[in-house]
Protein backbone atom coordinates (compact mmCIF):
# COMPACT_ATOMS: atom_id res chain seq x y z
CA UNK A 1 0.00 0.00 0.00
CA UNK A 2 1.35 3.10 -0.55
CA UNK A 3 0.72 6.56 1.07
CA UNK A 4 -1.45 8.09 -1.65
CA UNK A 5 -3.60 4.44 -1.07
CA UNK A 6 -3.79 5.27 2.46
CA UNK A 7 -4.79 8.97 1.68
CA UNK A 8 -7.23 8.24 -0.92
CA UNK A 9 -9.55 5.56 1.77
CA UNK A 10 -8.81 7.74 4.40
CA UNK A 11 -10.85 10.27 2.69
CA UNK A 12 -13.31 7.93 1.55
CA UNK A 13 -13.96 6.82 4.72
CA UNK A 14 -14.13 10.08 6.28
CA UNK A 15 -16.54 10.83 3.72
CA UNK A 16 -18.71 8.05 4.95
CA UNK A 17 -18.89 8.62 8.34
CA UNK A 18 -19.97 12.56 7.80
CA UNK A 19 -22.80 11.25 5.31
CA UNK A 20 -24.01 8.89 8.59
CA UNK A 21 -23.34 5.67 6.38
CA UNK A 22 -23.16 2.96 9.23
CA UNK A 23 -23.44 -0.59 6.72
CA UNK A 24 -21.95 -1.97 3.65
CA UNK A 25 -22.44 0.40 0.69
CA UNK A 26 -21.44 0.42 -3.09
CA UNK A 27 -19.36 3.25 -3.32
CA UNK A 28 -18.65 5.13 -6.91
CA UNK A 29 -16.07 7.67 -7.15
CA UNK A 30 -17.36 10.34 -9.80
CA UNK A 31 -14.07 11.48 -10.52
CA UNK A 32 -12.77 8.45 -11.65
CA UNK A 33 -15.75 7.69 -12.98
CA UNK A 34 -15.63 10.24 -15.68
CA UNK A 35 -11.56 9.42 -16.08
CA UNK A 36 -12.60 6.20 -17.25
CA UNK A 37 -15.03 7.59 -19.65
CA UNK A 38 -12.44 10.12 -21.01
CA UNK A 39 -10.39 7.07 -21.68
CA UNK A 40 -12.73 4.83 -22.98
CA UNK A 41 -13.52 7.66 -25.67
CA UNK A 42 -10.32 8.11 -26.60
CA UNK A 43 -9.78 4.58 -27.96
CA UNK A 44 -12.67 4.69 -29.49
CA UNK A 45 -11.83 5.07 -33.87
CA UNK A 46 -13.51 7.95 -35.59
CA UNK A 47 -17.45 7.13 -36.24
CA UNK A 48 -17.58 4.11 -33.37
CA UNK A 49 -20.90 4.41 -32.22
CA UNK A 50 -21.11 3.34 -27.98
CA UNK A 51 -23.86 1.15 -26.73
CA UNK A 52 -23.98 1.51 -22.34
CA UNK A 53 -24.42 -2.14 -21.29
CA UNK A 54 -27.32 -1.08 -18.77
CA UNK A 55 -26.65 -4.74 -16.90
CA UNK A 56 -22.82 -3.51 -16.11
CA UNK A 57 -24.09 -0.33 -14.49
CA UNK A 58 -27.57 -0.91 -13.40
CA UNK A 59 -28.77 2.32 -11.84
CA UNK A 60 -30.89 4.99 -14.30
CA UNK A 61 -28.99 8.07 -12.63
CA UNK A 62 -25.74 6.45 -13.55
CA UNK A 63 -26.35 5.45 -16.91
CA UNK A 64 -28.24 9.01 -17.58
CA UNK A 65 -24.78 10.07 -16.51
CA UNK A 66 -22.78 8.13 -18.73
CA UNK A 67 -25.51 9.14 -21.37
CA UNK A 68 -24.75 12.93 -21.16
CA UNK A 69 -20.48 12.29 -21.29
CA UNK A 70 -20.81 9.97 -24.46
CA UNK A 71 -23.55 11.73 -25.77
CA UNK A 72 -25.27 8.34 -26.63
CA UNK A 73 -28.54 7.30 -26.96
CA UNK A 74 -27.97 3.92 -27.30
CA UNK A 75 -28.12 1.10 -24.63
CA UNK A 76 -28.21 -2.61 -24.24
CA UNK A 77 -30.63 -4.61 -22.18
CA UNK A 78 -30.72 -7.43 -20.92
CA UNK A 79 -34.02 -8.43 -18.97
CA UNK A 80 -37.77 -7.27 -19.17
CA UNK A 81 -37.81 -5.38 -15.87
CA UNK A 82 -34.90 -3.15 -16.84
CA UNK A 83 -35.99 -3.01 -20.49
CA UNK A 84 -39.29 -1.28 -19.19
CA UNK A 85 -38.16 1.07 -16.53
CA UNK A 86 -35.74 2.55 -19.11
CA UNK A 87 -38.29 2.72 -21.91
CA UNK A 88 -40.40 5.02 -19.43
CA UNK A 89 -37.28 7.01 -18.12
CA UNK A 90 -35.14 7.37 -21.20
CA UNK A 91 -38.06 7.33 -24.09
CA UNK A 92 -35.78 8.58 -26.90
CA UNK A 93 -33.55 5.71 -26.24
CA UNK A 94 -32.81 3.01 -28.63
CA UNK A 95 -32.65 -0.72 -26.79
CA UNK A 96 -31.14 -3.60 -28.03
CA UNK A 97 -31.52 -6.58 -26.38
CA UNK A 98 -28.36 -8.32 -25.37
CA UNK A 99 -29.54 -11.81 -25.12
CA UNK A 100 -32.40 -13.50 -26.66
CA UNK A 101 -35.45 -13.83 -24.26
CA UNK A 102 -38.41 -16.08 -24.64
CA UNK A 103 -41.39 -14.44 -26.91
CA UNK A 104 -43.72 -14.71 -23.35
CA UNK A 105 -40.71 -11.46 -22.35
CA UNK A 106 -41.21 -9.45 -25.60
CA UNK A 107 -45.47 -9.75 -25.40
CA UNK A 108 -45.34 -8.69 -21.58
CA UNK A 109 -43.20 -6.02 -23.24
CA UNK A 110 -45.88 -4.37 -25.55
CA UNK A 111 -48.49 -4.55 -22.63
CA UNK A 112 -46.49 -2.65 -20.30
CA UNK A 113 -44.23 -0.47 -22.01
CA UNK A 114 -44.84 2.48 -23.33
CA UNK A 115 -45.91 2.16 -27.24
CA UNK A 116 -43.32 4.34 -28.84
CA UNK A 117 -40.23 2.48 -27.53
CA UNK A 118 -37.05 1.96 -29.36
CA UNK A 119 -36.77 -1.71 -28.97
CA UNK A 120 -34.44 -4.08 -31.69
CA UNK A 121 -34.87 -7.56 -30.70
CA UNK A 122 -32.26 -10.53 -30.71
CA UNK A 123 -32.65 -13.22 -32.56
CA UNK A 124 -30.61 -16.56 -32.02
CA UNK A 125 -32.40 -19.29 -33.91
CA UNK A 126 -35.24 -19.52 -36.42
CA UNK A 127 -37.71 -21.30 -34.19
CA UNK A 128 -37.21 -18.11 -32.27
CA UNK A 129 -37.49 -15.69 -35.38
CA UNK A 130 -40.93 -17.84 -35.83
CA UNK A 131 -42.25 -16.95 -32.73
CA UNK A 132 -41.21 -13.48 -32.57
CA UNK A 133 -43.25 -12.81 -35.98
CA UNK A 134 -46.13 -14.70 -34.88
CA UNK A 135 -46.60 -12.39 -31.68
CA UNK A 136 -45.88 -9.50 -34.13
CA UNK A 137 -48.83 -10.49 -36.15
CA UNK A 138 -50.96 -11.27 -32.86
CA UNK A 139 -50.30 -7.43 -31.71
CA UNK A 140 -50.29 -5.94 -34.88
CA UNK A 141 -46.56 -4.55 -34.11
CA UNK A 142 -44.17 -4.25 -35.96
CA UNK A 143 -40.35 -5.63 -34.80
CA UNK A 144 -36.90 -4.30 -34.92
CA UNK A 145 -34.91 -7.53 -35.25
CA UNK A 146 -30.58 -7.87 -34.91
CA UNK A 147 -29.44 -11.63 -35.51
CA UNK A 148 -27.15 -13.14 -33.05
CA UNK A 149 -24.35 -14.13 -34.55
CA UNK A 150 -21.50 -16.75 -33.29
CA UNK A 151 -18.25 -15.26 -33.85
CA UNK A 152 -16.36 -18.00 -31.83
CA UNK A 153 -17.35 -17.74 -28.33
CA UNK A 154 -19.66 -21.00 -29.23
CA UNK A 155 -22.89 -19.76 -26.92
CA UNK A 156 -25.52 -20.47 -29.47
CA UNK A 157 -26.30 -17.46 -32.22
CA UNK A 158 -26.83 -18.31 -35.51
CA UNK A 159 -23.50 -19.33 -37.48
CA UNK A 160 -22.10 -17.78 -40.76
CA UNK A 161 -24.18 -20.36 -42.93
CA UNK A 162 -27.27 -20.98 -45.00
CA UNK A 163 -29.45 -21.02 -41.90
CA UNK A 164 -28.87 -17.20 -41.45
CA UNK A 165 -29.24 -16.81 -45.25
CA UNK A 166 -32.54 -18.33 -45.06
CA UNK A 167 -33.77 -15.72 -41.42
CA UNK A 168 -33.03 -13.19 -43.66
CA UNK A 169 -34.92 -14.05 -46.64
CA UNK A 170 -38.05 -14.55 -43.85
CA UNK A 171 -37.59 -11.77 -42.32
CA UNK A 172 -36.63 -9.66 -45.37
CA UNK A 173 -40.44 -11.19 -46.83
CA UNK A 174 -42.33 -10.25 -43.74
CA UNK A 175 -44.46 -7.27 -43.30
CA UNK A 176 -44.36 -7.15 -39.45
CA UNK A 177 -40.73 -7.03 -38.40
CA UNK A 178 -37.72 -5.77 -40.34
CA UNK A 179 -33.76 -6.76 -40.43
CA UNK A 180 -32.26 -4.11 -38.50
CA UNK A 181 -29.06 -5.90 -37.92
CA UNK A 182 -26.34 -8.29 -36.47
CA UNK A 183 -24.72 -8.56 -33.43
CA UNK A 184 -21.61 -10.78 -32.33
CA UNK A 185 -20.09 -11.33 -28.96
CA UNK A 186 -16.15 -11.94 -28.46
CA UNK A 187 -15.39 -12.07 -24.84
CA UNK A 188 -13.16 -14.90 -25.26
CA UNK A 189 -10.52 -13.14 -27.63
CA UNK A 190 -9.05 -11.04 -24.68
CA UNK A 191 -9.10 -14.19 -22.51
CA UNK A 192 -6.97 -16.27 -25.06
CA UNK A 193 -3.51 -16.31 -24.60
CA UNK A 194 -0.73 -14.38 -26.87
CA UNK A 195 1.68 -17.56 -27.24
CA UNK A 196 1.26 -19.26 -30.59
CA UNK A 197 -0.90 -16.76 -31.73
CA UNK A 198 -4.17 -17.66 -30.20
CA UNK A 199 -5.21 -14.33 -29.78
CA UNK A 200 -4.83 -13.05 -33.25
CA UNK A 201 -6.24 -16.18 -34.70
CA UNK A 202 -9.33 -15.79 -32.70
CA UNK A 203 -9.71 -12.20 -33.89
CA UNK A 204 -9.28 -13.54 -37.26
CA UNK A 205 -11.91 -15.92 -37.53
CA UNK A 206 -14.48 -13.41 -35.41
CA UNK A 207 -13.74 -10.75 -38.45
CA UNK A 208 -14.16 -13.37 -41.07
CA UNK A 209 -17.63 -14.94 -39.56
CA UNK A 210 -18.48 -11.39 -39.07
CA UNK A 211 -18.25 -10.59 -42.67
CA UNK A 212 -19.50 -13.88 -43.61
CA UNK A 213 -22.64 -12.82 -42.08
CA UNK A 214 -22.70 -9.34 -43.70
CA UNK A 215 -22.26 -11.12 -46.76
CA UNK A 216 -25.15 -13.72 -46.05
CA UNK A 217 -27.81 -11.09 -44.79
CA UNK A 218 -26.82 -8.52 -47.62
CA UNK A 219 -26.07 -5.82 -45.78
CA UNK A 220 -25.83 -2.55 -46.43
CA UNK A 221 -24.99 0.35 -44.36
CA UNK A 222 -28.14 2.19 -44.45
CA UNK A 223 -31.76 0.97 -44.09
CA UNK A 224 -34.55 2.34 -46.33
CA UNK A 225 -35.39 5.08 -44.00
CA UNK A 226 -31.61 6.28 -43.87
CA UNK A 227 -30.79 4.70 -40.71
CA UNK A 228 -27.89 2.93 -39.57
CA UNK A 229 -28.00 -0.43 -39.68
CA UNK A 230 -26.70 -1.96 -36.21
CA UNK A 231 -23.31 -4.12 -36.54
CA UNK A 232 -22.44 -4.66 -32.83
CA UNK A 233 -19.33 -6.36 -31.49
CA UNK A 234 -17.02 -5.92 -28.52
CA UNK A 235 -17.73 -5.75 -24.91
CA UNK A 236 -15.27 -4.46 -21.92
CA UNK A 237 -12.88 -7.05 -22.38
CA UNK A 238 -12.00 -6.09 -26.08
CA UNK A 239 -13.32 -2.93 -27.36
CA UNK A 240 -9.60 -1.82 -27.50
CA UNK A 241 -9.64 -4.35 -30.41
CA UNK A 242 -11.51 -2.27 -32.77
CA UNK A 243 -9.61 0.64 -34.13
CA UNK A 244 -11.77 0.74 -37.07
CA UNK A 245 -15.41 0.80 -38.57
CA UNK A 246 -14.52 -1.75 -40.88
CA UNK A 247 -16.14 -4.48 -38.93
CA UNK A 248 -18.34 -3.57 -36.51
CA UNK A 249 -20.12 0.22 -35.90
CA UNK A 250 -20.69 0.09 -32.50
CA UNK A 251 -19.49 -1.20 -29.54
CA UNK A 252 -20.81 -1.71 -26.66
CA UNK A 253 -19.04 -1.76 -22.78
CA UNK A 254 -20.24 -1.35 -19.29
CA UNK A 255 -18.13 -2.55 -16.47
CA UNK A 256 -14.88 -1.07 -17.90
CA UNK A 257 -16.40 2.62 -16.62
CA UNK A 258 -16.48 1.28 -13.08
CA UNK A 259 -13.79 -1.44 -13.36
CA UNK A 260 -14.07 -4.16 -11.26
CA UNK A 261 -11.35 -6.29 -10.38
CA UNK A 262 -12.03 -9.45 -13.41
CA UNK A 263 -11.27 -6.08 -15.82
CA UNK A 264 -7.77 -5.60 -14.37
CA UNK A 265 -6.23 -6.56 -17.98
CA UNK A 266 -3.15 -6.08 -20.05
CA UNK A 267 -5.81 -4.05 -22.57
CA UNK A 268 -7.52 -1.84 -19.73
CA UNK A 269 -4.54 -1.12 -17.51
CA UNK A 270 -5.41 2.50 -18.00
CA UNK A 271 -8.52 2.46 -16.50
CA UNK A 272 -9.19 2.74 -13.10
CA UNK A 273 -11.04 1.35 -9.67
CA UNK A 274 -13.84 3.42 -9.91
CA UNK A 275 -15.87 1.17 -7.23
CA UNK A 276 -15.77 -0.16 -3.99
CA UNK A 277 -17.82 -1.93 -1.57
CA UNK A 278 -18.03 -0.38 1.68
CA UNK A 279 -18.24 -2.51 4.84
CA UNK A 280 -17.78 -1.67 8.49
CA UNK A 281 -15.78 -4.06 10.85
CA UNK A 282 -17.63 -5.08 13.54
CA UNK A 283 -15.47 -7.09 15.47
CA UNK A 284 -11.58 -6.70 15.62
CA UNK A 285 -10.05 -9.43 17.83
CA UNK A 286 -6.29 -10.25 19.04
CA UNK A 287 -5.67 -14.04 17.73
CA UNK A 288 -7.11 -16.29 14.97
CA UNK A 289 -9.98 -17.91 17.02
CA UNK A 290 -11.76 -20.93 14.79
CA UNK A 291 -14.56 -23.02 16.76
CA UNK A 292 -13.49 -26.13 17.06
CA UNK A 293 -9.48 -25.81 17.58
CA UNK A 294 -10.40 -25.28 21.52
CA UNK A 295 -10.67 -29.09 22.17
CA UNK A 296 -7.25 -29.76 19.77
CA UNK A 297 -4.39 -29.42 22.16
CA UNK A 298 -1.50 -28.32 20.32
CA UNK A 299 -3.18 -27.19 17.13
CA UNK A 300 -3.70 -23.75 15.71
CA UNK A 301 -5.70 -22.86 12.64
CA UNK A 302 -3.41 -22.38 9.47
CA UNK A 303 -3.01 -19.06 8.43
CA UNK A 304 -1.46 -16.57 6.40
CA UNK A 305 2.14 -15.83 8.03
CA UNK A 306 2.00 -12.76 9.88
CA UNK A 307 -1.51 -12.82 10.87
CA UNK A 308 -2.57 -12.54 13.93
CA UNK A 309 -5.63 -10.37 13.90
CA UNK A 310 -9.24 -11.82 13.23
CA UNK A 311 -11.91 -9.48 11.69
CA UNK A 312 -15.46 -9.65 11.25
CA UNK A 313 -17.47 -7.59 8.94
CA UNK A 314 -21.16 -6.32 8.87
CA UNK A 315 -22.31 -8.43 5.90
CA UNK A 316 -20.19 -10.53 3.58
CA UNK A 317 -19.62 -13.12 0.98
CA UNK A 318 -19.90 -10.77 -1.62
CA UNK A 319 -18.37 -11.49 -4.93
CA UNK A 320 -15.22 -9.24 -4.04
CA UNK A 321 -11.74 -8.71 -2.28
CA UNK A 322 -10.76 -6.98 0.21
CA UNK A 323 -8.22 -3.91 -0.84
CA UNK A 324 -7.91 -1.75 2.33
CA UNK A 325 -6.30 -1.82 4.80
CA UNK A 326 -3.81 -3.94 3.12
CA UNK A 327 -3.45 -7.15 4.03
CA UNK A 328 -6.68 -8.28 5.19
CA UNK A 329 -7.70 -11.58 3.51
CA UNK A 330 -10.97 -13.23 3.38
CA UNK A 331 -10.43 -16.71 5.73
CA UNK A 332 -11.83 -19.51 3.11
CA UNK A 333 -10.79 -22.07 5.57
CA UNK A 334 -13.20 -20.46 7.84
CA UNK A 335 -16.01 -20.25 5.18
CA UNK A 336 -18.02 -17.24 4.17
CA UNK A 337 -20.38 -15.49 5.85
CA UNK A 338 -23.31 -13.53 4.27
CA UNK A 339 -24.08 -12.07 7.87
CA UNK A 340 -20.86 -11.54 9.39
CA UNK A 341 -17.52 -12.76 6.94
CA UNK A 342 -14.74 -13.84 8.64
CA UNK A 343 -11.22 -11.78 7.58
CA UNK A 344 -7.54 -12.23 9.19
CA UNK A 345 -4.80 -9.43 8.99
CA UNK A 346 -1.62 -8.82 10.28
CA UNK A 347 -1.24 -7.46 13.49
CA UNK A 348 -0.04 -4.07 12.46
CA UNK A 349 -2.87 -3.45 10.39
CA UNK A 350 -4.81 0.10 12.15
CA UNK A 351 -8.13 -1.07 11.93
CA UNK A 352 -10.72 -0.42 15.08
CA UNK A 353 -14.32 -1.86 15.81
CA UNK A 354 -16.75 0.28 12.88
CA UNK A 355 -14.08 1.53 10.80
CA UNK A 356 -14.75 0.65 7.15
CA UNK A 357 -12.71 -2.14 5.12
CA UNK A 358 -12.73 -1.41 1.34
CA UNK A 359 -13.67 -4.31 -1.57
CA UNK A 360 -13.24 -4.11 -4.93
CA UNK A 361 -16.47 -5.67 -6.56
CA UNK A 362 -14.99 -8.52 -8.64
CA UNK A 363 -17.89 -7.85 -11.24
CA UNK A 364 -20.58 -4.84 -11.54
CA UNK A 365 -23.50 -6.81 -13.04
CA UNK A 366 -24.86 -8.60 -10.30
CA UNK A 367 -22.53 -7.30 -7.10
CA UNK A 368 -24.41 -2.91 -7.51
CA UNK A 369 -27.57 -4.82 -6.97
CA UNK A 370 -26.80 -5.82 -3.21
CA UNK A 371 -26.72 -2.50 -1.45
CA UNK A 372 -29.35 -0.53 -2.57
CA UNK A 373 -29.00 3.18 -3.44
CA UNK A 374 -25.32 3.84 -4.34
CA UNK A 375 -22.81 6.24 -2.34
CA UNK A 376 -21.81 8.73 -5.27
CA UNK A 377 -18.10 9.98 -4.17
CA UNK A 378 -16.97 13.52 -5.07
CA UNK A 379 -14.34 16.05 -3.57
CA UNK A 380 -14.38 14.57 -0.64
CA UNK A 381 -17.85 13.86 0.41
CA UNK A 382 -20.81 11.61 -0.37
CA UNK A 383 -23.03 13.86 -2.83
CA UNK A 384 -25.34 11.95 -4.26
CA UNK A 385 -27.28 8.54 -3.86
CA UNK A 386 -28.10 6.95 -6.95
CA UNK A 387 -31.30 4.33 -6.93
CA UNK A 388 -30.49 0.50 -8.33
CA UNK A 389 -32.45 -1.06 -10.48
CA UNK A 390 -34.78 -4.20 -9.16
CA UNK A 391 -32.32 -7.89 -8.91
CA UNK A 392 -33.21 -9.89 -11.86
CA UNK A 393 -31.34 -11.67 -14.10
Not at 48 to 73: F, N
Not at 293 to 301: K, Q
Request: hydrophobic share 40%; aromatic share 10%.
Amino acid sequence: MTSSDAAYFEKLQSALNAAGIAQPTLVIDRARLDANIETFKGHLPDGMGYRIVAKSLPSLPLLQHIREKTSTDRLMTFNLEMLIEIARAMPDVNQLLGKPMPVAAARAFYRDAPPDAKVQWLIDTPERLDQYLDLAAELSVHLDIVFEIDVGLHRGGFPADDALGQAWQKLEASNRASFTGLMGYEPHIAKMPEKHGLRDKARTHAREAYESAKSLTRCTETLENGQFLTFNTAGSPTYRLYTDTSMANEVSAGSVLVKPTDFDTDLLEDHLPASFIAAPALKVLDGINVAGFDFLEGREPEMPEGHSKTIYTFGGNWMAKPVWPEGILVNEKYGRSSNQQMLTAPEDVPLRPDDFIFFRPTQSEAVFLQFGDIAVFENGKIVESWPVFKASA
